[in-house]
Protein backbone atom coordinates (compact mmCIF):
# COMPACT_ATOMS: atom_id res chain seq x y z
CA UNK A 1 0.00 0.00 0.00
CA UNK A 2 0.88 3.73 -0.61
CA UNK A 3 -0.13 7.47 1.00
CA UNK A 4 -0.86 8.92 -2.07
CA UNK A 5 -0.68 13.06 -2.32
CA UNK A 6 -3.95 14.72 -1.87
CA UNK A 7 -4.85 17.78 -4.24
CA UNK A 8 -5.72 20.82 -2.81
CA UNK A 9 -7.96 23.71 -4.21
CA UNK A 10 -7.53 25.67 -6.44
CA UNK A 11 -5.59 22.89 -8.09
CA UNK A 12 -7.71 23.17 -11.59
CA UNK A 13 -7.47 19.17 -11.72
CA UNK A 14 -10.23 18.89 -8.64
CA UNK A 15 -12.58 20.02 -11.82
CA UNK A 16 -11.79 17.49 -14.03
CA UNK A 17 -15.27 15.15 -14.59
CA UNK A 18 -13.97 11.07 -14.23
CA UNK A 19 -14.44 8.62 -16.18
CA UNK A 20 -16.72 5.32 -15.26
CA UNK A 21 -14.54 2.26 -14.44
CA UNK A 22 -14.46 -0.55 -17.24
CA UNK A 23 -12.04 -2.27 -16.22
CA UNK A 24 -11.99 -4.42 -12.52
CA UNK A 25 -8.83 -6.00 -12.12
CA UNK A 26 -6.05 -5.72 -9.44
CA UNK A 27 -4.95 -1.83 -10.32
CA UNK A 28 -8.30 -1.04 -9.26
CA UNK A 29 -7.83 -3.17 -6.26
CA UNK A 30 -4.68 -1.43 -5.31
CA UNK A 31 -6.02 1.90 -6.12
CA UNK A 32 -8.67 1.47 -3.43
CA UNK A 33 -6.35 0.19 -0.84
CA UNK A 34 -4.34 3.17 -1.51
CA UNK A 35 -7.34 5.57 -0.99
CA UNK A 36 -8.23 3.44 2.28
CA UNK A 37 -4.82 4.19 3.42
CA UNK A 38 -4.48 7.77 2.63
CA UNK A 39 -8.08 8.41 3.62
CA UNK A 40 -7.56 7.07 7.50
CA UNK A 41 -3.99 8.61 7.34
CA UNK A 42 -5.18 12.19 6.65
CA UNK A 43 -7.55 11.25 8.56
CA UNK A 44 -10.61 11.81 6.41
CA UNK A 45 -13.77 10.24 6.11
CA UNK A 46 -14.42 9.92 2.93
CA UNK A 47 -12.11 10.13 -0.67
CA UNK A 48 -12.84 10.41 -3.99
CA UNK A 49 -10.07 9.25 -6.85
CA UNK A 50 -10.37 13.14 -8.41
CA UNK A 51 -8.98 13.79 -4.99
CA UNK A 52 -5.79 11.82 -5.56
CA UNK A 53 -5.22 13.28 -9.45
CA UNK A 54 -6.87 9.90 -10.64
CA UNK A 55 -10.17 10.74 -12.76
CA UNK A 56 -12.05 7.76 -12.24
CA UNK A 57 -15.66 7.18 -10.81
CA UNK A 58 -14.08 6.05 -7.41
CA UNK A 59 -15.12 6.60 -3.71
CA UNK A 60 -14.07 5.43 -0.28
CA UNK A 61 -15.73 6.20 3.16
CA UNK A 62 -15.44 5.56 6.28
CA UNK A 63 -17.61 7.51 8.82
CA UNK A 64 -17.47 5.61 11.76
CA UNK A 65 -15.09 6.10 14.95
CA UNK A 66 -13.81 2.79 14.92
CA UNK A 67 -12.90 3.09 11.61
CA UNK A 68 -14.84 -0.48 10.86
CA UNK A 69 -17.44 0.84 8.37
CA UNK A 70 -15.61 0.75 5.18
CA UNK A 71 -17.60 1.27 2.05
CA UNK A 72 -16.42 1.59 -1.50
CA UNK A 73 -18.52 2.98 -4.19
CA UNK A 74 -17.38 2.41 -8.20
CA UNK A 75 -19.63 3.92 -10.49
CA UNK A 76 -22.49 5.47 -8.23
CA UNK A 77 -25.02 6.72 -9.54
CA UNK A 78 -28.06 8.15 -7.21
CA UNK A 79 -31.51 6.67 -7.76
CA UNK A 80 -33.55 8.55 -5.22
CA UNK A 81 -33.03 11.61 -2.61
CA UNK A 82 -35.84 12.82 -0.29
CA UNK A 83 -35.46 15.37 2.76
CA UNK A 84 -32.77 17.93 3.36
CA UNK A 85 -30.25 18.67 6.15
CA UNK A 86 -27.87 21.24 7.02
CA UNK A 87 -24.30 19.24 8.12
CA UNK A 88 -21.00 21.18 8.52
CA UNK A 89 -18.83 19.52 6.27
CA UNK A 90 -15.32 19.79 6.14
CA UNK A 91 -12.87 17.85 3.10
CA UNK A 92 -9.29 16.71 2.30
CA UNK A 93 -8.44 19.42 0.03
CA UNK A 94 -9.57 21.81 2.02
CA UNK A 95 -7.44 21.54 4.91
CA UNK A 96 -9.01 23.65 8.35
CA UNK A 97 -11.92 24.75 7.05
CA UNK A 98 -15.60 23.66 7.51
CA UNK A 99 -18.96 25.24 6.40
CA UNK A 100 -22.75 23.76 6.38
CA UNK A 101 -24.10 22.60 3.54
CA UNK A 102 -27.70 21.88 2.93
CA UNK A 103 -27.98 18.31 1.42
CA UNK A 104 -30.69 15.80 1.28
CA UNK A 105 -31.35 14.08 4.01
CA UNK A 106 -31.16 10.51 2.44
CA UNK A 107 -30.00 9.02 -0.93
CA UNK A 108 -30.47 5.70 -2.70
CA UNK A 109 -27.51 5.01 -4.78
CA UNK A 110 -26.47 2.27 -6.96
CA UNK A 111 -22.65 1.52 -7.37
CA UNK A 112 -20.44 -1.43 -7.86
CA UNK A 113 -17.95 -2.82 -5.45
CA UNK A 114 -14.21 -3.33 -6.93
CA UNK A 115 -14.84 -6.78 -8.19
CA UNK A 116 -17.65 -5.35 -10.28
CA UNK A 117 -20.55 -6.78 -8.63
CA UNK A 118 -23.53 -4.54 -8.65
CA UNK A 119 -25.15 -3.31 -5.06
CA UNK A 120 -27.43 -0.75 -3.37
CA UNK A 121 -26.91 1.41 -0.66
CA UNK A 122 -30.07 3.24 0.99
CA UNK A 123 -28.47 5.74 3.88
CA UNK A 124 -29.70 8.84 5.37
CA UNK A 125 -27.85 11.36 7.78
CA UNK A 126 -24.05 11.56 7.96
CA UNK A 127 -23.40 8.81 5.78
CA UNK A 128 -25.63 10.30 3.13
CA UNK A 129 -24.08 13.74 3.48
CA UNK A 130 -20.40 12.10 2.82
CA UNK A 131 -21.84 10.17 -0.55
CA UNK A 132 -23.42 13.04 -1.98
CA UNK A 133 -20.06 15.53 -1.30
CA UNK A 134 -18.06 12.58 -2.88
CA UNK A 135 -20.37 11.96 -5.84
CA UNK A 136 -19.65 15.31 -6.36
CA UNK A 137 -15.84 15.88 -6.51
CA UNK A 138 -16.28 13.17 -9.57
CA UNK A 139 -18.08 16.07 -11.71
CA UNK A 140 -15.59 18.38 -10.36
CA UNK A 141 -17.87 20.05 -7.79
CA UNK A 142 -16.52 21.41 -4.19
CA UNK A 143 -18.32 22.01 -1.42
CA UNK A 144 -17.49 25.78 -1.38
CA UNK A 145 -19.43 25.66 -4.85
CA UNK A 146 -22.93 25.94 -2.37
CA UNK A 147 -21.54 28.71 -0.17
CA UNK A 148 -22.10 32.35 -1.17
CA UNK A 149 -19.21 34.17 -2.59
CA UNK A 150 -18.76 36.20 0.43
CA UNK A 151 -18.67 33.15 2.28
CA UNK A 152 -16.72 31.25 0.22
CA UNK A 153 -13.69 34.25 0.07
CA UNK A 154 -13.77 34.43 3.94
CA UNK A 155 -13.04 30.75 4.33
CA UNK A 156 -10.55 30.74 1.20
CA UNK A 157 -8.91 33.48 2.79
CA UNK A 158 -8.99 31.49 6.25
CA UNK A 159 -7.78 28.58 4.40
CA UNK A 160 -5.06 30.32 3.02
CA UNK A 161 -3.82 31.97 5.84
CA UNK A 162 -3.63 28.76 7.74
CA UNK A 163 -1.39 27.47 4.79
CA UNK A 164 0.91 30.40 5.15
CA UNK A 165 1.41 29.50 9.29
CA UNK A 166 1.72 25.87 8.61
CA UNK A 167 3.85 26.44 5.67
ZN1 LIG B 1 -14.07 16.56 -0.33
Do not use: W
Not at 38 to 63: C, F, I, K, N, S
Not at 96 to 121: H, M, N, S
Not at 133 to 147: A, I, N, P, Q, T
Amino acid sequence: MALLPILEFPDPRLRTKAAPVTVFDTELEQLVSNMFETMYEAPGVGLAATQVDVHRQVLVMDMSEERSESHVLINPRILEKSGEQVYQEGCLSFPGIYADVERALRVKVAAQRVDGTPFELDVEGPLAVCIQHEMDHLVGKVFVDYLSPLKRSLLLKRMEKKRRQSA
